[in-house]
């Protein structure tokens, strides 16, 4: 399926897995959790170094989180994302997001491998922001400028 389809169907669903918020409640995963949250997504948070997160309950990884997710946002640092990948799978996540700014070069080809070989449908290193509605002037800019050059690559 086409990365703007999978985008489309990722920003439709309400409920998924956020893989990777901080605890820091300053740092960018924390800010982008509070927006979804306020946009009326119901965003899980995992990281095993918390409890909760914001008021939420926080579970250390995606295999526990019940009712079970079927879509996960993962925004870990590039080392983790194998290891993450591979909990998505075991949970039976059938779509990911895997956070970036750069686009696919961004994404380890191990990732996009394990993608592939458990069939789960992937949002190759974008950030979320570039196709939300009302974001910021620059979020806005980058979006707009990725849907114009992947627009004339029928991506």
Same mark, same amino acid.
């Given at each position: 399926?086409?990365?703007?389809?999978?985008?489309?169907?990722?920003?439709?669903?309400?409920?998924?897995?956020?893989?990777?918020?901080?605890?820091?409640? $300053?740092?960018?995963?924390?800010?982008?959790?509070?927006?979804?949250?306020?946009?009326?997504?119901?965003? &899980?948070?995992? $990281?095993? $170094?918390?409890?909760? &997160?914001?008021?939420?309950?926080?579970?250390?990884?995606?295999?526990? &989180?019940?009712?079970?997710?079927?879509?996960?946002?993962?925004?870990?640092?590039?080392?983790?994302?194998?290891?993450?990948?591979?909990?998505?799978?075991?949970?039976?996540?059938?779509?990911?997001?895997?956070?970036?700014?750069?686009?696919?070069?961004? &994404?380890?080809?191990?990732?996009?491998?394990?993608?592939?070989?458990?069939?789960?449908?992937?949002?190759?290193?974008?950030?979320?922001?570039?196709?939300?509605?009302?974001?910021?002037?620059?979020?806005?800019?980058?979006?707009?400028?990725?849907?114009?050059?992947?627009?004339?690559? $029928?991506?």
């Amino acid at each position: 399926m086409k990365t703007r389809n999978l985008i489309k169907e990722f920003l439709m669903l309400r409920r998924f897995a956020m893989v990777g918020v901080s605890r820091d409640p $300053n740092q960018f995963s924390r800010r982008l959790f509070r927006e979804l949250i306020r946009r009326g997504y119901d965003v &899980i948070p995992v $990281n095993p $170094n918390a409890q909760e &997160i914001d008021g939420k309950r926080c579970y250390a990884r995606v295999q526990e &989180i019940t009712p079970r997710v079927t879509s996960a946002l993962l925004i870990t640092a590039r080392e983790r994302a194998v290891s993450a990948l591979r909990d998505c799978a075991e949970a039976g996540v059938t779509l990911v997001w895997l956070y970036g700014v750069s686009g696919p070069k961004a &994404i380890s080809r191990e990732a996009l491998k394990i993608c592939q070989d458990y069939g789960i449908g992937v949002v190759p290193g974008y950030c979320p922001y570039m196709f939300m509605p009302m974001t910021a002037v620059l979020h806005r800019v980058h979006g707009f400028a990725w849907k114009l050059f992947h627009r004339k690559m $029928n991506v």
